[in-house]
Structure formats: structure tokens, C-alpha cells
């Protein structure tokens, strides 16, 4: 490793961390790191915006656990996911070990009595989902005085899934002089009132602009019926013989286009709420090794997916909302490999379509395959509003507290919000856990 701009050293780590980082072979930073770690260090608030796979966690990883050796106290990091909570502590274990520091993880699916028997241990860095760790708050069984540094990840998709209340409500327990990190694959307007209302003049990192799709990734559309997608799908895993994550929108459907591929001869795992948190694991493990060659997953389930081989991505059906097909075609085209993301479409899905291609400020390629070229989009579905009974993106209610007349792009100048003496109380109630998808 050779003091150059390619290197680690160059971004103002100190010697202990650089020393770690040379036995664990981490020599070259990514974008994301090259940028966000220097900042980081000096103890400055960040807005990331990356695509999955960039190197987030390391990004703000290093300065954090830098940061806790030096001066003590605790890191919080709040992740949408049971699964990608999970791949945050895998990823800094080595960091944590290196410096005799314990992580906590606090997550739904899981005993309580463990959690909070770690929790007991003093543990330098907590990863927790926001429902579990509101019942850990709920409960008086944790005490957020001593974070330091707050990182939300994934905080767009955090938001999607209706986590704003249970965030606002944890933000208002840690202490008001700390470090934040948001990072995340787009920045809609929730997220920059989320920034502006809990964060100190924040600094902006955009390694993509926010809405990109991964670099290395080509793209393919089909218009397809819906009773045609599954000889769609058939002729897609007999062309790709790698690794397949295929998504749907619901676990009804997941159940059954995992039974349809399993009954076309191939191995296959789900992962979706209705499976238990060891089924799960053992599904997201049996991908990484081998044991299925394809993985049927709801988007909630598989965020946390961190594997860097996946040759193929199927949108088997649109996402619920525009963004998560930013995210799901991020599951492929990682670690510089290429990928290929096929989305199936049906007749009525135009407007649907519409919105990604512009989020994506581009149009999605159509398959030129012949055997499913003969549909269209509904010439009564082209414009920008929806005849009736047409599926749309949902534009759910997310659950978020009056704003209090807070506006997004307000100057932070006046401080932050005051923290609430008492534990703060959401509409949902203490137990309000990770969306059922």
C-alpha cells in the first residue's frame, strides 16, 4: 500500500485504524468512502447519496468506530431491515474486534431478553431496526445518553416502509450534541425535512445523483400479460445460468413464483414476512453458497441482500413506489461485475413504467425477443393520469407527525429540536414492528 490518492491514507485515518485496515486488506476506498470518511472525521454532519454495494458501511464505519476509540461513548445505527442490521455488524466485526469493542443488534423476530442482556454488556455500537429499538425505549431497557454518533442507512427506504414516527421519536432521545450520517439511494423530500430538522448544517455527498441506477447494470422491459410471466421467467432461467434474485410485491405472490420455479426444476429459497428469522437467514445463506440458484424475495425481506455475484435481477412485478427499482436492480452489477435486470410489465402498467423512466431520466430498453413482443402498453393508460380500476404506484399514508410548521430547506441556524424530557409516544403505540410484506 503506497501513500497515493488510491489508498486509505490519504483521508486523514489514524495510525491504529490504518494499521487494521492494512491486516484486513483494505487498501483501495471506494467513491463513497474517498469522500464521506475525511468529512466524517472531522466530526461534521453528512448526507450521502449511494447506491447499495458502494461501500457505505466502511464509509461510515471507520470514522465512527475511529471516533469511539478515541473519545468513548456509543454509535447508533438505524437500518430498515432485520436482514441488513445483520449484514452492518458482519461487515464491522473486524473493525469492533480490532479495538475490543462489543455491537448490540436489536431487531425484530428475536428475544427480547437476549437483546437487553447485551444491551446490559455496554455495547459501543447498537444496530437496531426503529420498531424494536422504540420497545427497548418503550420499555425503559435502553438508555440513549451516551450515543455520540448517529447513523441512519437506507433511511429513503426506512421512511417507505413508515418508520418516520418511530425515527422522530428516537432522534428525540439521543442527546442533542452528537454526530449525524444519513446516508441513502435517493433523497426525497421527506428525507431532506428529516435532515434539516435533526441535523447541523449537514454536508452533501452525491457519489450518483439521487435516482440512478447502478452503472454496471443493463436494463430490459417486457410487456407481458400477467398469465404470461411465468413462461417469461421460465425462458429467463434457462438463458442465465448464474444467480437470480426475482421480486414480487407481495408474499402471496412470492410463495407461489417460488413454487412455479421450483416445479420447473430448479433450486429456490423465499424470503418474505411470513418466514421466521432463522428461515430467512438460512434462505439469504443457501444463495450465498450454492444451495439455491434463485431467491424469491418481497422488497422489505430482501433489503440487507449484500451478495456480489448475482447475475440476473427480475422484477417479476413493479414495485410499490418508483424509487424501490433503484434499489432492486442494485442488487446486481456489484463489486464492478456486470448485471441485467428484466422487468415484466403488464398492458395497464404504462404510467407505472412511466415514473421509473423518469426517476431514471431515461427509457427502459424493450425485449426484443419475439415469442413476447406481441403485447403493448393501453393506448387509454398512456398519459399522465390513470383510467379507473388501473394499478398505480401507492402513495400511502406513512404516519407522520404534523410537521409543526417545519418546512425542508429551513436554516438549521436555530439548533435542533428540543429533546422531550419524558419518552416520547407515536400514534402506532410502542409496539409498532417492521411492516408485513
Given amino acids: 500500500m503506497t501513500n497515493s490518492n488510491a489508498s486509505f491514507y490519504h483521508l486523514g485515518i489514524a495510525p491504529d485504524m490504518l494499521h487494521v485496515l492494512d491486516k484486513l486488506k483494505f487498501t483501495i476506498p471506494t467513491p463513497?468512502?474517498?469522500?464521506?470518511?475525511?468529512?466524517?472525521?472531522?466530526?461534521?454532519?453528512?448526507m450521502g447519496i449511494a447506491q447499495t454495494g458502494t461501500g457505505k458501511t466502511l464509509a461510515f464505519g471507520i470514522p465512527a468506530i475511529q471516533r469511539l476509540a478515541s473519545d468513548g461513548g456509543q454509535a447508533l445505527i438505524l437500518v430498515p431491515t432485520r436482514e441488513l442490521a445483520q449484514q452492518v455488524e458482519m461487515a464491522l466485526i473486524p473493525l469492533l474486534n480490532a479495538f475490543k469493542m462489543r455491537s448490540a443488534v436489536l431487531i425484530g423476530g428475536l428475544k427480547i431478553s437476549s437483546q437487553i442482556t447485551d444491551i446490559k454488556r455496554n455495547p459501543s455500537v447498537i444496530i437496531a431496526t426503529p420498531g424494536r429499538l422504540n420497545d427497548h425505549?418503550?420499555?425503559?431497557?435502553?438508555?440513549l445518553g451516551r450515543v455520540a454518533v448517529v447513523i441512519l442507512d437506507e433511511a429513503d427506504r426506512m421512511l417507505d416502509m413508515g418508520f418516520e414516527p418511530q425515527v422522530n421519536n428516537i432522534l428525540r432521545c439521543v442527546p442533542d450534541k452528537r454526530q449525524t450520517m444519513l446516508f441513502s439511494a435517493t433523497m426525497p423530500p421527506d428525507i431532506l425535512k428529516l435532515a434539516t430538522k435533526y441535523m447541523e448544517l449537514p454536508?452533501?455527498?452525491e457519489i450518483a445523483p439521487s435516482g440512478t441506477a447502478a452503472k454496471d447494470v443493463s436494463q430490459e422491459l417486457f410487456i407481458v400479460n400477467e398469465s404470461t410471466k411465468n413462461e417469461v421467467l421460465k425462458v429467463l432461467l434457462k438463458d442465465y445460468r448464474g444467480t437470480v434474485l426475482v421480486f414480487t410485491r407481495t408474499k402471496i405472490k412470492a410463495s407461489r413464483v417460488t413454487r412455479n420455479i421450483r416445479a420447473m426444476g430448479h433450486k429456490v429459497a423465499e424470503i418474505h414476512s411470513n418466514r421466521s428469522m432463522s428461515q430467512r437467514n438460512q434462505a439469504?445463506?443457501?444463495?450465498?453458497?450454492?444451495?439455491f440458484r434463485v431467491l424469491v424475495a418481497t422488497d422489505i425481506a430482501a433489503r440487507g441482500i449484500d451478495i456480489s455475484m448475482i447475475e440476473l435481477v427480475v422484477n417479476y412485478d413493479l414495485p410499490d413506489e418508483a424509487e424501490n427499482y433503484i434499489h432492486r436492480i442494485g442488487r446486481t452489477g456489484r463489486a464492478g461485475k456486470e448485471g441485467h435486470a428484466v422487468t415484466l410489465a403488464t398492458p395497464a402498467q404504462s404510467h407505472d413504467v412511466h415514473k421509473i423512466e423518469s426517476l431514471l431520466k431515461k427509457?427502459?430498453?424493450?425485449?426484443?425477443?419475439?415469442?413476447?413482443?406481441?403485447?403493448?402498453?393501453?393506448?387509454?393508460d398512456?398519459?399522465?393520469e390513470r383510467r379507473h380500476g388501473a394499478h398505480r404506484f401507492s402513495h400511502r399514508p406513512k404516519g407522520r407527525p404534523q410537521d409543526h410548521g417545519f418546512r425542508p430547506g429551513s436554516s438549521r441556524s436555530h439548533g435542533r429540536r428540543q429533546r422531550s424530557n419524558h419518552h416520547p409516544r407515536d400514534s402506532r403505540g410502542p409496539h409498532h414492528h417492521e411492516p408485513h410484506q
Fill in 32 to 46: 463513497i468512502q474517498n469522500q464521506a470518511i475525511p468529512i466524517a472525521l472531522q466530526g461534521k454532519d453528512i
Fill in 382 to 384: 398512456a398519459g399522465p
Fill in 363 to 380: 427509457t427502459l430498453p424493450r425485449s426484443m425477443r419475439p415469442q413476447f413482443t406481441q403485447a403493448e402498453f393501453q393506448k387509454s
Fill in 284 to 291: 439469504i445463506e443457501g444463495f450465498k453458497r450454492g444451495r
Fill in 137 to 143: 425505549i418503550y420499555q425503559g431497557t435502553i438508555d
Fill in 203 to 205: 454536508i452533501s455527498i
